[in-house]
């Protein structure tokens, strides 16, 4: 029997109707496995990874295959974005005994959870060295029926191991000025100098290595940090990871040019870089880094904000292909049935002559279409590439807007729509910041509807934080550390942009879940999971940043900002303590830890504290210099604003009006300047190193 039928992952939901008998991840698979004598095949994944889906239809859907899965083992599916515990003390088995991991996640499990056989992808047949994935089933079960007492010696064997894997965590201290120098060092020799970016392909947008060096060139001046940023985010937005038509961005490049993507789009992926765009103009005031903030903040609100407010956690890189009609081609007749990797976004010459008639020339010049095209059968991805000539602009736009409504018409890639708690804080504070620069309140109101969401739904009577919802019904599993700390996170941009200070004491009662259910209290370390979490074969501990933050950098970087705020001290320790980590790896790894040297920076700039005081909050002069304090460069600055009898904000206590004017306090490591009413004197305070 299969049992997905009532989950609330949409990548469960997916395999609910395969005729293997799957379980969700929970006590009673792994008791049928015992009373059974069954070994589990753990099978991980999510729902926009094409591989996953391959293996799905290839072997899930197979009956045969399901027979003898069913016969066999106990079968239990889990959606890595759910339980991101499960899935990091897996990978990390994966990783240690093959030296490579990825998605689907095939690990083969006692009935104690302890693994004994790992791998990814198994295709149906043998192929290029790999065995079939019946292959794989039938070796394991034989080793399980005979050599039950070694397999189980092994099982034990690579869990003591995994017990025994320290991070290299802890220096004695933050990161001071020497190892934010090595660490721009390091990523200097590692960029790449001709595309942008760091390394080879597969290429990733390096979103918090970029915030990294944008503080590092405000903090400090150095040219060469702005210049990696900036020519890294000008190419990824001129390159096919970019959707020119509809905004957004792709989870990665397959090649090191940026042009052809990986094309699933995700929500983290989008917020980080929206964010990133932002802080760029705000530093540069570069038209192209404006357009791609607001469009990436268009493409969120369009595409993945749910009916309750929050934001789906991705779209999918496949669609249905399209099967134009004879009558009318760029009409489009439907789908063929037939789901194919980028669909939705790709065009050939023909396709761009059956929107646009004599204009697709142009459209082919201006976006790269080439009649060999630059992805598969002859199909090629929109790009911006660097060409001579002058284009109408005019034109161009009404070009895009053609081609948008006529990509609109196809089969749409599908949507993963639950609501990830982590992800939904790193939207609210990409939207907050991004409509406050850009004069945008609409995108202001998005992270407000994603802050209510969240508080409405996904925090219990004791600000305990579940990690996903769907339709407005919460999940049943816990928020980990991402989750408190990016969610705090969002909470924190959102109270400095709308001057609502109860944005400031949620993130104050997740923060404090951090400090008391996710530290070691003798070290200052932090776990992926509470204390009085589900106890797994090993408590994740993982300190580098992957696709998003790592909790353990995100929750230094609220916990900074907190602090700031309030002059806890106890939130300052323990951000101070827990950028112990950064000391260490900062200089080793900097591609890996990049969120935790932008948190870093912040703790050497102070971080700047900015009290703005007014009459109202709608007053013309305070409302200037508000817009002055948001817009400052100094990293990790904290913004308060409100009336001087406010309580809404620890920083506005004993702030008074400058001679009835509105005025704004400056303060950094215990030492105020004297308050200012000018907005140019404001910015300079907040500007430069």
Known sequence: ??????????????????????????????????????????????????????????????????????????????????????????????????????????????????????????????????????????????????RRDEVGEVAGKIVRDLAQRETARHGTRPPGEQELAQALLGLTREYDPQRGGFGGAPKFPPSMV????????????????????QDTCERMARGGLYDQLGGGFARYSVDRDWVVPHFEKMLYDNALLCRVYAHLWRVTGSDLARRVALETADFMVRE?????????????????????????????????GRHVEGAYYVWTPEQLRAVLGEDAGLAAQFFGVTDEGTFEHGRSVLQLPQNEGVFDAEKVASVKRRLFDARARRPAPGRDDKVVAAWNGLAIAALAETGAYFDRPDLIEAAIGAADLLVRVHLDEHARLARTSRDGRVGPNSGVLEDYADV???????????????????????????????????????????????????????????????????????????????????????????????????????????????????????????????????????????????????????????????????????????????????????TCDAPTTDPDRLRTALTGP
């Open 304 to 336: 993945l904000r749910t009916a309750e407010g929050g934001f789906a956690s991705a779209l999918d890189a496949d669609s249905e292909e399209e099967v134009p009609s004879e009558a009318s081609p760029h009409e489009g007749a439907g789908g063929s």
């Open 488 to 670: 705090a996170e969002g909470f924190l941009a959102l109270a400095s942009v709308t001057g609502e200070g109860v944005w400031l004491d949620f993130a104050g009662l997740l923060l404090d879940h951090v400090l008391e259910r996710f530290t070691d209290p003798g070290t200052g370390a932090l776990y992926d999971t509470a204390s009085d979490a589900e106890q797994l074969i090993r408590r994740p501990q993982d300190p580098t940043d992957n696709a998003t933050p790592s909790g353990w950098s995100a929750a230094a970087g609220a916990l900074l900002s907190y602090a700031a705020h309030t002059g806890f001290e106890a939130h300052r320790t323990a951000a101070e303590r827990a950028l112990g980590v950064v000391q260490a790896l900062g200089p080793r790894v900097p591609r890996f830890i990049g969120w935790g040297l932008a948190a870093a920076e912040a703790l050497l700039d102070g971080p700047r504290e900015v009290a703005v005081v007014g009459p109202s909050l709608t007053d013309a002069a305070t409302t200037a210099l508000h817009r002055t304090a948001l817009l400052g460069t100094a990293p990790g600055a904290v913004v308060a604003v409100g009336t001087p009898d406010s309580e809404e904000f620890p920083l506005l206590a004993d702030r008074p009006l400058v001679s009835g004017a509105p005025a704004a306090y400056v303060c950094r490591n215990f």
């Open 210 to 229: 970029l915030e990294f060096l944008l503080r590092h060139h405000a903090r400090t001046g150095a040219e060469g940090a702005l210049q990696m940023a």
């Open 1 to 146: 029997m299969n049992r997905l039928a009532h989950e609330t992952s949409p990548y469960l939901l997916q395999h609910a109707a395969n005729p293997v008998d799957w379980w969700p991840w929970s006590a009673e698979a792994f008791e049928e496995a015992r009373r059974s004598g069954r070994p589990v095949l753990l099978s991980v994944g999510y729902s926009s990874c094409h591989w996953c889906h391959v293996m799905a239809h290839e072997s899930f859907e197979d009956q045969d295959t399901a027979g003898y899965l069913n016969e066999h083992f106990v079968s239990v599916k889990v959606d890595r974005e759910e339980r991101p515990d499960i899935d990091a003390v897996y990978m990390e088995a994966v990783q240690a005994a093959t030296g490579q991991g990825g998605w689907p996640m095939t690990v083969f499990l006692t009935p104690d959870a302890e693994p004994f056989y790992f791998g990814t992808y198994f295709p149906p047949a043998p192929r290029h060295g790999m065995p079939s994935f019946r292959q794989v089933l039938e070796g394991v079960q034989q080793a399980w029926s005979t």
